[in-house]
């Protein structure tokens, strides 16, 4: 594909240059910013080679390319003349209608939640599924005599991707900072002070806390932590409008910084730090209790569902709880429970892969397939599941029974990586390859055999009319 073409066509259809905001990308979306979205010829759009279907959903025009996204997206600043946008300040102005009326103020209220979440945790969902597999990898190792936990070699990687999740609040410091418009270099250093040694020490020390004006703190454990440097990044971007104000500029770039990391340490540290730390501790004994109550009931149901939340988008406000999950717990139910789900959904896919005949469906199919297995479902939801209904049904309904099998067995995902490429994630990083991971392959193999047979009997067959060509 000349993604030159490509992006040129697709800035002429969502209304040219200058109805263009600004763009950033997920996994397989492009991101758009309209300035006005009635001008965009969705129906055209969706004709184009390359795109695989139009979400308009959390104030953004999204465009869903697939895997091939981090290309079109080159090509697509490139055209527009932006060298470096994923650095650059998103300011989305609300639309006369959003700044009107509480339903508006919620509807941009959660949009504009979804994007701090989506922002915020896209550039680092690759690096901590990949410290997820090497743990588990070494695990694996470890189980079958191949390495000693004992051995530098077993240290020293153990370390590179333990490193990865200890330093978690300065990387999401960072990328949370240049979502929300605020310094990410200052959000990032406030991320180093809440897990410097200092303050590990005192955390884990038999008097957890310190006292200032006879007041006693408690100090909390911060190493591998996500919402309390979320919520400084956001306080940050308040604080730096009030600095700007107040410090001349002429000492501006000098005295600015280390005062709001001043005044941002303290607060997170004393006060936010830990009500948002028992807040995410309480979250994560949630959803445990939840799902050890009736895990049976939670795996089906969430199963079922979390298709439905992904061609919406409404699934990332779920990802950073599950990160939340794998830290405070060291394992994660739900994230088993999406791993298990994507073996349906490809299961599905390979199915209409092999039957179809059609050309453009089958090189879709197997695409889809291949993707689905290394965790990225919206090539084969949005490509297939959404237009072939029975294909959606039957998936989630070997989803319900993946899900419901997956909660009996509780099964429990270590990383964050899932599916296929997420094997090594099953393995218990303590005690290595045990009945987690044999759970991890009967319930996997079987939701993908159970999808891909009901698929290929009942669920598809070229004489169908997808959605599209019903319309």
Request: hydrophobic share 50%.
């Amino acid at each position: 594909m000349a993604y030159e073409t490509f992006a040129t066509d697709l800035i002429e259809k969502v209304g040219g240059k200058g109805n263009i905001n600004n763009v950033i990308h997920c996994i397989t979306r492009l991101r758009f910013y309209l300035n006005d979205e009635s001008k965009a010829d969705t129906k055209e759009i969706e004709k184009m080679t390359g795109v695989i279907s139009v979400v308009k959903a959390q104030g953004q025009y999204q465009v869903v390319v697939g895997n091939k996204v981090g290309d079109m997206y080159q090509a697509v600043t490139a055209e527009l003349g932006l060298n470096n946008t994923s650095s650059k300040k998103i300011v989305v102005e609300p639309t006369k209608e959003s700044s009107e009326g509480f339903g508006h103020k919620l509807q941009h209220g959660i949009n504009e939640f979804i994007g701090i979440i989506t922002g915020s945790m896209i550039p680092v969902i690759g690096i901590l599924a990949g410290a997820g597999i090497v743990k588990g990898l070494l695990a694996a190792f470890v189980t079958f005599g191949w390495m000693t936990d004992a051995s530098q070699m077993y240290m020293l990687v153990n370390t590179i991707a333990d490193g990865i999740f200890h330093f978690l609040p300065v990387i999401l410091g960072f990328t949370a900072a240049q979502k929300l418009n605020s310094n990410p270099i200052v959000i990032a250093v406030v991320g180093g002070i809440l897990i410097h040694p200092a303050i590990v020490e005192i955390a884990s020390g038999k008097t957890p806390y310190v006292s200032l004006l006879g007041i006693h703190f408690p100090v909390m454990n911060y190493v591998a932590s996500v919402f309390p440097i979320l919520v400084a990044a956001w306080m940050g971007r308040y604080i730096e409008k009030a600095l700007k104000k107040m410090i001349p500029s002429v000492v501006s770039s000098i005295v600015s910084p280390i005062v709001e990391i001043l005044i941002l340490s303290f607060l997170v540290l004393l006060i936010v730090g830990p009500v948002i730390t028992f807040i995410s501790d309480g979250l994560a004994a949630g959803i445990t209790g939840i799902f050890d109550f009736n895990a049976i009931i939670g795996g089906a149901v969430y199963c079922a569902l979390f298709p439905i939340l992904v061609v919406f988008g409404m699934h990332w406000p779920l990802i950073p709880i599950i990160v939340n999950d794998l830290t405070v717990n060291g394992y994660s139910m739900m994230n088993a429970f999406s791993s298990v789900l994507m073996m349906g959904i490809a299961g599905a896919a390979f199915a209409v892969a092999i039957k179809t005949k059609k050309k453009n469906l089958k090189q879709l199919g197997f695409a889809a397939t291949i993707s689905q297995i290394c965790g990225v479902g919206e090539p084969a939801i949005y490509g297939i599941l959404l237009k072939y209904k029975r294909v959606f049904y039957i998936v989630t309904f070997a989803n319900i029974i993946g899900g419901a099998l997956a909660g009996a067995l509780h099964l429990v995902n270590f990383g964050f990586a899932g599916a296929v490429v997420g094997f090594a994630s099953f393995i218990n990083p303590k005690t290595g390859i045990d009945s987690n991971f044999y759970s991890y392959l009967v319930t996997h193999i079987g939701t993908f055999v159970l999808s891909f047979g009901l698929t290929w009997l009942f669920g598809y067959n070229d004489q169908m009319k997808s959605t599209d060509e019903e319309v």
